[in-house]
């Protein structure tokens, strides 16, 4: 099972930017794309971002898409999530995913694909 950590939350104002960071030990022996989360309090736990082994053709949900961008160093065994533009409404704790039991994105929405989670990391966004 992959270990993930997450790190780069905080605090920032409506319109600044942050970038998430989320770092991968024991991997799985086989490739394996990544994912980001986020969940609000009182809302279930919605996909942002994945990105596959490779790091081509990554799938952003509608409300992320043109601010959000997630990449991956495989030498580092590190994904990121970099947002801009942040809302207020992005607030959330954001968790790292992987090992997916499905090669499918449409699979990815559902958090049980994904068998390893992080921690979480905390995003707030002041209006």
């Known amino acids: 099972q992959v270990q993930l950590v997450e790190s780069g939350g905080g605090l920032v104002q409506a319109g600044g930017s942050l970038r998430l960071s989320c770092t991968a030990s024991g991997r799985p022996p086989s490739p394996y794309a990544m994912a980001w989360f986020r969940q609000s309090p009182g809302k279930e736990r919605e996909l942002v971002a994945a990105i596959s082994w490779s790091g081509g053709n990554p799938y952003y949900a509608d409300s992320m898409e043109g601010r959000f961008t997630i990449s991956r160093d495989k030498a580092m065994n590190t994904v990121y999530l970099q947002m801009n533009s942040l809302r207020h409404e992005d607030t959330a704790v954001y968790y790292c995913?992987?090992?997916?039991?499905?090669?499918?994105?449409?699979?990815?929405?559902?958090?049980?694909?994904?068998?390893?989670w992080g921690q979480g990391t905390q995003v707030t966004v002041s209006s």
């Open positions: 995913a992987s090992d997916p039991k499905s090669p499918y994105y449409s699979d990815f929405h559902h958090v049980g694909v994904f068998a390893s």
